[in-house]
């Protein structure tokens, strides 16, 4: 099975030049979109649902580190990789709360993206393997609505697990757009909204019921690791941060 990445960079020439590089390389990953923008980048996102985004710090109309955040608010899941010159290295590690897998310099090194691929890659085929018990060749002969209610019965049960809906897809042969489809369908919201409103959900109580526990204990029994990301989360959902929530209760 191959997974699938969009390589963001300004830069034509060093653009194509790691697309080629990814493409020679003995692992699992097909290159199936490029941009020279954030905003291109953001667009195939949201178009092609990948598994991967490599991104330049540097970007034209939307720099990585917004294209990030705004890819990360609506697909929780999204795995990255951030290329960055020498310069803008330390400014790329900084945003560590964004929960990437690698920061590589320029000029990137084979050996480094390689090995970065393949963690990933093997961080994949974990979870995969653990999808397989429930969604698979068989669950997929199911109708749409029982696949959806399926679904929703894991969220539930796994709300604070990292939850990646392409590979869930990918178990029954469907495209992540496909699976998305019948699940709003059913449920009128997307899998990624209803994994957040079960997540923000359970911090709620855990607000009100338990005053002893801090913001980043919550956050990270609700499967956010990042007491940053969560408090931006919680505020876009509820209109208050976590400890404006917690003081109002």
């Known amino acids: 099975m191959k997974y699938t990445a969009i390589v963001a960079e300004d830069e034509e020439l060093l653009l ?40 330049d710090i540097r970007m034209p ?15 929780p899941a999204m795995n990255f990789i951030i290329t960055s010159g020498y310069s803008d ?3 790329a590690k900084s945003a560590i709360h964004l929960q990437v897998s690698e920061y590589l310099l320029k000029p990137i090194d084979p050996d480094e993206l390689r090995d970065a691929l ?30 959806a209610s399926l679904l929703k ?44 409103s079960l997540r923000i959900q359970r911090a709620q109580y855990l607000l009100s019921h338990h005053p002893d526990l801090t913001i ?5 029994s609700i499967g956010y690791s990042d007491q940053g990301y969560f408090s931006r989360i919680f505020k876009k959902q509820t209109g208050l941060s976590p400890l404006e929530y917690k003081d109002r209760v």
């Not at 994949?124 to 393997?129: A, G, P, R, T």
């Open 16 to 55: 194509h030049g790691l697309v080629k590089k990814i493409e020679s390389m003995n692992v699992n990953f097909k290159v199936i979109g490029e941009a020279q923008t954030g905003l291109q980048a953001y667009e195939l996102v949201k178009e092609l649902s990948p598994d991967l985004v490599i991104t």
């Open 61 to 75: 109309e939307m720099d990585g580190i917004t294209l990030l955040k705004k890819i990360r608010e609506k697909y």
């Open 89 to 91: 290295f330390e400014y």
């Open 118 to 147: 393949i963690k990933l890659q093997n961080k994949f085929e974990l979870q995969q393997s653990s999808f397989n018990d429930i969604f698979n060749s068989c669950t997929a002969h199911n109708t749409p609505s029982q696949i």
């Open 153 to 196: 019965d894991y969220l539930i049960q796994n709300y604070n697990q990292d939850v990646n809906f392409n590979l869930i897809a990918n178990n029954m042969s469907y495209s992540p757009g496909y699976l998305t489809k019948i699940f709003y369908a059913c449920y009128d919201c997307s899998p990624s909204k209803y994994l957040i």
């Open 216 to 220: 980043r204990q919550i956050g990270e």
